[in-house]
């Protein structure tokens, strides 16, 4: 446990002290700790009972095996050393590893899927297949319209509290992209 809050001050300039304190602020980081000090799961909240059994306290800080549970006071600023370089949804968790708290990953696509910069540079991105799958069905496609890759990109934050998606649309054959802006991404509305 040492070593964990060892790594994470050298990535970045809290202190074990101000992690700490913040804790202590936090109601649920605090209902957390006091459950599983008094080996009581089912005062846990709801999203931490699933994984009550790998829950422990150690100096004073909620475990989860070997990750460290966050208070929500720092949540923004671990998105942010994470995001760092615009790294992207991938490397952003990878980043992370070390840490939890509830929502984490949906945060950390929210906080990729809402950078300009990231969306600009295709971060967000990521295809399912490996580059020689699709490479070797890129091969085999010769006509038009025959295959066409679709995917939803964002919600990308135009305004404070406005979001929109970007369908992208791909002719595999001719490599024609087109893109149409729509204001959700399910598939029946669009």
Same mark, same amino acid.
């Given at each position: 446990m040492l070593q964990l809050v060892i790594q994470l001050t050298k990535r970045s300039d809290i202190s074990y002290r101000k992690l700490l304190e913040e804790v202590d602020k936090d109601p649920e980081?605090?209902? $957390?700790?006091?459950?599983?000090? =008094? @080996? +009581?799961? =089912?005062?846990? /909240?709801?999203?931490?009972?699933?994984? %009550?059994? #790998?829950? *422990? $306290?150690?100096?004073? !800080? $909620?475990?989860?095996? #070997? +990750?460290? !549970?966050?208070?929500? %006071?720092?949540? @923004?600023?671990?998105?942010?050393?994470?995001?760092? #370089?615009?790294?992207? &949804?991938? +490397?952003?968790? =990878? *980043?992370?590893?070390?840490?939890?708290? /509830?929502? &984490?990953s949906k945060d950390i696509e929210e906080k990729a899927a809402s950078c300009i910069t990231c969306f600009e540079s295709d971060k967000n991105l990521k295809s399912i297949l490996p580059v020689s799958e699709i490479n070797r069905e890129k091969n085999q496609i010769t006509q038009p319209g025959k295959t066409i890759q679709l995917d939803f990109v964002g919600p990308v934050v135009t305004n404070p509290g406005r979001k929109m998606f970007v369908l992208m649309a791909n002719d595999w054959a001719s490599i024609w992209p087109k893109a149409i802006i729509s204001k959700n991404r399910y598939y029946q509305l669009v």
């Open positions: 980081a605090m209902l $957390v700790r006091q459950a599983i000090l =008094e @080996d +009581k799961p =089912e005062l846990l /909240p709801p999203w931490f009972k699933r994984f %009550s059994a #790998d829950l *422990t $306290v150690k100096i004073g !800080l $909620v475990c989860q095996g #070997d +990750k460290l !549970l966050i208070p929500k %006071s720092l949540h @923004d600023w671990i998105l942010q050393i994470a995001h760092g #370089d615009h790294a992207g &949804q991938i +490397k952003m968790k =990878e *980043t992370v590893d070390m840490v939890f708290w /509830p929502n &984490q």
